[in-house]
């Protein structure tokens, strides 16, 4: 599985932006998916992860409320709507995908098999 993130960008506090993750290879529809993100300095933290075996969608606390992730299977392709931006989402976010992890390694970076390349979000206060 291929990754390719994008919908990055700089977007005033309050704004919203809506990233993208296109996936190459066949079942993507069974595949976990999730977002994390890093900002400068600072290590790769959880965003949020949607698996659909166990029908789990899970965010971190510091976004609940302020960002949905969600799928297109047909277009093999997971969003991540982000509103309500503040200065502290700064970051590059990073979609992953893995057929095997498990519900409670989904906040885990390291059992996530799949990357894509990361997508800067800037957020001005």
């Known amino acids: 599985v291929q990754l390719q993130a994008s919908g990055g960008g700089l977007v005033q506090a309050g704004g919203s932006l809506r990233l993208s993750c296109v996936a190459s290879?066949?079942?993507?529809?069974?595949?976990?998916v999730g977002w994390f993100r890093q900002a400068p300095g600072k290590e790769r933290h959880f965003v949020a992860a949607?698996?659909?075996?166990?029908?789990?969608?899970t965010y971190a606390d510091a976004v609940k409320g302020r960002f949905t992730i969600f799928r297109d299977n047909a277009k093999n392709t997971v969003y991540l709507q982000m509103n309500s931006l503040e200065p502290e989402d700064t970051a590059v976010y990073s979609c992953?995908?893995?057929?095997?992890?498990?519900?409670?390694?989904?906040?885990?970076?390291?059992?996530?098999?799949?990357w894509g390349q990361g997508t800067q979000v800037t957020v001005s206060s």
């Open positions: 992953a995908a893995s057929s095997t992890i498990i519900d409670s390694s989904l906040y885990n970076a390291d059992y996530w098999n799949y």
């Open positions: 290879g066949r079942a993507f529809s069974r595949y976990a």
């Open positions: 949607n698996k659909p075996s166990s029908g789990r969608t």
